[in-house]
């Protein structure tokens, strides 16, 4: 009777352990395009049917971002944690000086201590970046290369004293402003640009998302980027902030039981400029046979200029289009991931001008998967 019994139980643990592992993968989501308020960023896209060591990558990632139960289970994690230790959980968030809040991922770490610094992924985007750049100035189009900064880079005087950075090893951003000048890539990576205009402005947020830069760093970047086009394409309209109302809004760190609510900057385009901007949904979908991701195009009749611009991009130019939008008559946006397909977007939608933009981050998460950067060639 008690081996029986005991059949049972383990038995119905193995059945539990099967539901527990299975069910979540079961209940995989879908849907095409996700955006997630825990995490503030785009989950993973479905990459498409190809058998090759970089799509494999993504496949991975599509799976972590969509399985089942997964912003329950990581709500439930940093509660418990916060609740039992008072801390953030070591992978999502920690507290620096001042209470200024930072990402805490291990690789972010390491990045801000100059131990992550991937010569060889650097080589490749800049001989990717050098290509593009000398096939579109063949055909007469002004490009230039972003950087969006991580917070540690721009205000590294508020991470904790007990982690120190190894000044005798070059920073990931160091090393790519040096092999992109070497090149004769335009780039922005405006660490120098940011130390100064941080005295004035905070322009990354103390506490709520502290991943990325907050409106006011955006606009002063998106200002450093319209320079470095215009010495190109002197047609463009620089952006101006006399476009906007700015203005601010209460958000909360939406990720964690503790209430940490913030005032943050947003810029809203005043009604005589976003009135005109007309979204073509028709085109807010994956070009036939071109990439894996899905264009968005946004057309103004009455912009301010007959130029046109296609952005390659990540999170940090996630719902920016009006930074672009009053100002060009077509701005195209799409993800990063299709730079492969750099030529053949070029060909079909002839813009005037194109923007690639990597979050510094990316250097030690996503950026690893392009297998190809190197390979890229243009015809």
Same mark, same amino acid.
């Given at each position: 009777?008690?081996?029986?019994?005991?059949?049972?139980?383990?038995?119905?643990?193995?059945?539990?352990?099967?539901?527990?592992?299975?069910?979540?993968?079961?209940?995989?989501?879908?849907?095409?395009?996700?955006?997630?308020?825990?995490?503030?960023?785009?989950?993973?896209?479905?990459?498409?049917?190809?058998?090759? @060591?970089?799509? !494999?990558?993504? =496949?991975?990632?599509?799976?972590?971002?969509?399985? *089942?139960?997964? /912003?329950?289970?990581?709500? +439930?994690?940093?509660?418990?944690?916060?609740?039992?230790?008072?801390?953030?959980?070591?992978?999502?968030?920690?507290?620096?000086?001042?209470?200024?809040?930072?990402?805490?991922?291990?690789?972010?770490?390491?990045?801000?201590?100059?131990?992550?610094?991937?010569?060889?992924?650097?080589?490749?985007?800049?001989?990717?970046?050098?290509?593009?750049?000398?096939?579109?100035?063949?055909?007469?189009?002004?490009?230039?290369?972003?950087?969006?900064?991580?917070?540690?880079?721009?205000?590294?005087?508020?991470?904790?004293?007990?982690?120190?950075?190894?000044?005798?090893?070059?920073?990931?951003?160091?090393?790519?402003?040096?092999?992109?000048?070497?090149?004769?890539?335009?780039?922005?990576?405006?660490?120098?640009?940011?130390?100064?205009?941080?005295?004035?402005? @905070?322009?990354? !947020?103390?506490? =709520?998302?502290?991943?990325?830069?907050?409106?006011? *760093?955006?606009? /002063?970047?998106?200002?450093? +980027?319209?320079?470095?086009?215009?010495?190109?394409?002197?047609?463009?309209?620089?952006?101006?902030?006399?476009?906007?109302?700015?203005?601010?809004?209460?958000?909360?760190?939406?990720?964690?039981?503790?209430?940490?609510?913030?005032?943050?900057?947003?810029?809203?385009?005043?009604?005589?400029?976003?009135?005109?901007?007309?979204?073509?949904?028709?085109?807010?979908?994956?070009?036939?046979?071109?990439?894996?991701?899905?264009?968005?195009?946004?057309?103004?009749?009455?912009?301010?200029?007959?130029?046109?611009?296609?952005?390659?991009?990540?999170?940090?130019?996630?719902?920016?289009?009006?930074?672009?939008?009053?100002?060009?008559?077509?701005?195209?946006?799409?993800?990063?991931?299709?730079?492969?397909?750099?030529?053949?977007?070029?060909?079909?939608?002839?813009?005037?001008?194109?923007?690639?933009?990597?979050?510094?981050?990316?250097?030690?998460?996503?950026?690893?998967?392009?297998?190809?950067?190197?390979?890229?060639?243009?015809?």
């Amino acid at each position: 009777m008690k081996k029986k019994t005991m059949n049972i139980i383990n038995c119905i643990f193995s059945i539990l352990f099967l539901l527990i592992i299975f069910v979540p993968f079961c209940m995989l989501d879908t849907t095409e395009i996700i955006d997630s308020e825990l995490e503030n960023r785009r989950m993973t896209m479905w990459p498409g049917w190809h058998f090759n @060591k970089e799509t !494999n990558e993504w =496949y991975g990632h599509y799976v972590e971002d969509r399985v *089942g139960f997964r /912003e329950d289970a990581v709500r +439930l994690y940093t509660n418990a944690v916060y609740d039992i230790f008072g801390e953030f959980t070591e992978d999502l968030h920690m507290y620096g000086k001042n209470e200024e809040i930072f990402p805490a991922d291990r690789e972010y770490v390491r990045a801000y201590q100059n131990l992550a610094t991937d010569e060889q992924l650097i080589d490749s985007l800049v001989t990717y970046l050098d290509r593009t750049d000398a096939y579109l100035e063949e055909q007469g189009i002004a490009f230039a290369f972003v950087a969006g900064l991580d917070k540690k880079t721009v205000y590294g005087e508020y991470m904790p004293d007990y982690i120190r950075v190894d000044e005798s090893k070059e920073g990931i951003m160091e090393m790519l402003s040096r092999k992109l000048t070497d090149a004769g890539v335009p780039y922005v990576i405006p660490i120098e640009e940011y130390a100064k205009a941080k005295k004035n402005d @905070k322009i990354y !947020n103390r506490i =709520y998302d502290t991943a990325h830069w907050n409106a006011l *760093g955006a606009m /002063e970047c998106i200002r450093l +980027l319209d320079e470095e086009i215009w010495k190109q394409n002197d047609a463009i309209v620089p952006v101006s902030e006399d476009a906007y109302v700015l203005g601010y809004e209460e958000k909360r760190l939406d990720n964690s039981c503790i209430d940490i609510r913030e005032n943050v900057p947003v810029y809203t385009l005043k009604p005589e400029y976003a009135d005109t901007v007309w979204q073509n949904t028709e085109t807010t979908a994956q070009l036939e046979g071109i990439g894996r991701m899905p264009l968005m195009h946004m057309e103004n009749s009455e912009a301010l200029s007959n130029q046109s611009i296609l952005i390659m991009h990540d999170s940090f130019l996630d719902n920016k289009t009006y930074y672009f939008t009053y100002r060009y008559k077509d701005v195209y946006m799409v993800s990063r991931h299709d730079y492969e397909c750099m030529q053949q977007y070029v060909e079909i939608l002839e813009p005037d001008v194109v923007v690639f933009e990597v979050a510094e981050r990316a250097f030690v998460d996503d950026l690893h998967a392009y297998v190809n950067l190197a390979n890229v060639t243009y015809e």
